[in-house]
DNA sequence: GTTTACTTGCTTGTTGTTAACAAGTAATAT
DNA sequence: ATATTACTTGTTAACAACAAGCAAGTAAAC
């Protein structure tokens, strides 16, 4: 409060709040229109109207920046996810997970495509990306473990089935969709798959035919 | 024929088939290791035996050598997968594609990790490789598309669904089960899956339940 | 209230690595 | 003998990463 008028006179903790924030958001423009490897950190630090330099001292690496994007934009899929599916269990709960993710597409595509981008980039033996993107895998192949197994206590899902392997199938289904997505956006038609893939999924799993 | 004994005396065109091979090997080698961000052309060369400057010589770029292994890798895929589907139509072809990868992937797993790799590096909008990648996808929506009319003009599979859409989620499905498969080999057991996928494929798609 | 010591947000200088290209050399083909 | 070809070496520009520095802010001492 020393300095009315011309500066916002922001306290430092808002001030890198704001650097952050704007970094994050040019990074995000970049990643968008060149690509991980066509982003330079000293394009993203002078986009956001600092300098060459602000975004490694503040991210530590191209890494530490590409993993703080990463969370943020997994955070707001599962967000989405939890709305949707809510309490759902069985084949309804894996309905409910892919009419959430059509939502997230059309809600969000560019979230959609800066994750599709940065886990792609995780296929890489070296990826410093790996890490996140095999704990979210894993946590998403967890949960839909849990939805069928409580699908078959509740008598909803077919007994006989591998529970797991078919998690890691539906995942890997989603995870196939977005990547063809991205590749060739007018190849696929969310809307047009929803239905199809839901019918799929009852067919296969429900006990009840 | 210049020369007995020491040198071993090759044509120049042998001498370039020999060391654009060994610089093609010497890039799996590389690839599978470090990834393709991580591995540098001089490395390249030179672990090939050559200099440091002879793969961007010959293949004009990295992205060139990148393509030129990439394209490799998909025919030896699709020789593979021509001889395990033959004439089949319908719901038999697309349940011999599944077979086919399976063969493939345990038979010849870096192919397939390389072919991962590099179309992953596809998803980026800036690419060169994504032409390639777009290409192959293309293609093999296609073929999956025809032997879906195929089977829908021969009666065997239900004349209601939307064969570019099935096709389309079908090589998704394909992908995304290798993407998984590189990220956390010890998610994706390929038996599991194939029987598993290919009684779908049949409930799903069928016209005789 | 003013001066002094310290912290913090950010910038600029620098280094090592890398892809790409250009210029060269020596072996081969004609 | 001359031209072509296979390959190497010199060089440049871009980049990530780090270090040193600067200026504005903050708090303590007097």
Redesign the pocket.
């Known amino acids: 409060m020393?300095?009315p008028g011309s500066?916002p006179?922001l306290?430092?903790?808002e001030?890198?709040a704001?650097?952050?924030r704007a970094m994050i958001d040019a990074a995000c423009t970049l990643l968008l229109e060149k690509g991980a490897s066509?982003?330079?950190?000293?394009?993203i630090?002078e986009r956001a109207?600092?300098?060459?330099?602000?975004a490694?001292?503040?991210f530590?690496?191209?890494?530490?920046l590409f993993a703080a994007i990463g969370k943020a934009v997994s955070k707001r899929w599962l967000e989405v996810l939890n709305v949707e599916v809510g309490v759902k269990t069985g084949v309804d709960a894996m309905c409910a997970a892919i009419d959430a993710y059509a939502r997230f597409v059309k809600a969000s595509p560019d979230d959609a495509r800066i994750q599709q981008v940065l886990f792609s980039e995780a296929s890489s033996p070296t990826s410093e990306s790996k890490e996140l993107a095999v704990d979210t895998y894993r946590h998403q192949v967890r949960d839909v473990m849990a939805w069928l197994e409580q699908g078959i206590a509740d008598g909803d899902v077919r007994a006989d089935i591998d529970a797991h392997a078919e998690a890691v199938q539906f995942i890997a289904f989603l995870c196939g969709v977005t990547h063809l997505w991205l590749l060739v956006p007018d190849f696929v038609d969310f809307d047009a798959m929803r239905e199809s893939a839901k019918q799929r999924l009852r067919r296969h799993l429900s006990s009840t035919q």
Do not use: I, N
Not at 38 to 43: N, Q, S
Not at 49 to 54: A, P, Q, V
């Open positions: 020393s300095k500066a006179s306290t430092q903790a001030r890198t704001l650097s952050d066509g982003t330079t950190l000293a394009a630090g109207g600092y300098s060459r330099g602000l490694t001292y503040r530590g690496s191209k890494a530490g």
